[in-house]
């Protein structure tokens, strides 16, 4: 590679203390993530030493409440810290960014009781967390789920199967959306279930093309059985918990696709500057310019769409239509901006030599986690033209 090494991303953050994070994150990606990434991801090994390491640092409750062991930043310094990690490894960054996502629940909807005995634990204890709405017979359609969960006395029982869990059979927790009522949303309610419940289990975990790393899995509730005071909100209110929860969890995506565009990008012009034909770095090819600057274009235009996004959240103002936005248009960017990497790099970056190829494998997920393209496509015409007519 070239000896032009890549610069750090110019960010503009709000405190001192932001700026010590982000340098934080970058000395720990630098030493514990960013050597291995390649290796452990084709071997599919889960670093969970370097979630532990995360959640000793404070970096795996950043946006919650210091008062429960959180870290009291805005999101825009969260979702920063994101890019940064999955730039490194996205195994990484969408896993900071799914538990962030199990953890918005009882955060955001919980009893202060609920708090205070589950979410230190949950944000600086060491636990990992996974999200669990989505079933083999519904994914977009979520308000079909059909998992149920019956009141028994002053307990709940859990009975039916989760499907595309990330870190299903490994977390210590998950957020739960359980029917307890009606058809449709509004007989939906949440739970917070314990990694070792009895009678939960999980099966082998899917074999991907990308992110081989992260555990995705199907996760079975046989009869689950758990108190009463981990029902989470108002029976029926689960839905509505879970719609806001994918509100914040799709700036994470947004942040975690141009992570991975920036890191392709970052290699793109290393190679380009120090691979030479016909006499001269191909960089100085304009066919080949003009590719770089429209990688760079798509990663600075979506950089921007999310931070906008996120100070919106930030001053508590709607961002629904502005998260679906970034969700989609950073992920296509990424898919985009990663496809153009392994072009630049030519038959080297479609070796395993090369990390672009790996990269282009793990941009593609990114276009279908936590509602799809298509589906934020739908949320921004509502917002733009109102509901569907029927």
């Known amino acids: 590679m070239s000896d032009r090494a890549p610069q750090p991303v110019e960010r503009r953050l709000p405190t001192e203390e932001s700026r010590q994070l982000v340098e934080l994150v970058r000395d720990i990606v630098s030493k514990e993530i960013a050597p291995r990434a390649a290796e452990e991801e084709e071997a599919g090994f889960f670093p969970r030493p370097v979630f532990t390491l995360l959640s000793e640092s404070g970096l795996l409750g950043l946006p919650y409440d210091s008062a429960y062991g959180g870290g009291d930043q805005p999101y825009q310094v969260y979702l920063q810290v994101l890019e940064e990690l999955a730039a490194a490894r996205l195994t990484v960054g969408l896993g900071v960014s799914v538990h962030s996502l199990a953890c918005h629940a009882l955060a955001g909807y919980g009893t202060d009781e609920q708090r205070a005995a589950h979410l230190p634990a949950m944000l600086s204890g060491g636990l990992l967390g996974a999200y669990c709405l989505s079933e083999p017979s519904s994914g977009s359609d979520a308000a079909s789920l059909r998992t149920k969960a019956v009141r028994d006395g002053e ?111 970052d290699q793109a012009i290393g190679y380009a500057t120090d691979r030479h034909q016909f006499g001269r770095p191909i960089a100085d090819f304009q066919g080949l310019r003009f590719m770089l600057a429209d990688m760079a274009t798509r990663i600075e235009a979506g950089r921007a769409l999310y931070l906008e996004a996120a100070r919106l959240r930030d001053t508590g103002l709607p961002f629904s239509r502005q998260a679906a936005m970034a969700k989609l248009f950073c992920t296509d960017a990424a898919m985009q901006v990663t496809t153009d990497a392994v072009q630049v790099l030519g038959g080297y970056g479609y070796t395993l030599d090369f990390p672009v190829e790996r990269l282009m494998r793990e941009a593609k997920v990114l276009q279908i986690v936590e509602g799809t393209n298509q589906i934020q496509r739908m949320v921004i015409a509502r917002h733009l033209a109102g509901p569907e007519t029927r």
């Not at 307990?155 to 870190?167: R, Y």
């Not at 081989?212 to 046989?222: I, M, N, R």
């Open 155 to 265: 307990d709940w029982v859990l009975t039916g199967t989760k499907a595309w869990i990330t870190h299903g059979g490994i977390a210590d927790f998950y957020t739960v959306l359980a029917r307890t009522g009606e058809d449709g949303p509004r007989g939906i309610t949440a739970f917070l279930v314990p990694g070792d419940a009895e009678g939960l289990g999980a099966a082998p975990p899917e074999r991907k093309m990308g992110m081989k790393g992260s555990p995705t899995a199907q996760l079975h509730f046989e009869g689950v059985r758990i108190p009463g005071d981990r029902r989470i909100g108002d029976e029926g209110q689960g839905f509505a918990i879970a719609l806001s929860a994918l509100d914040s969890g799709r700036l994470g995506i947004a942040a975690c696709a141009i992570g991975v565009a920036q890191a392709a990008l």
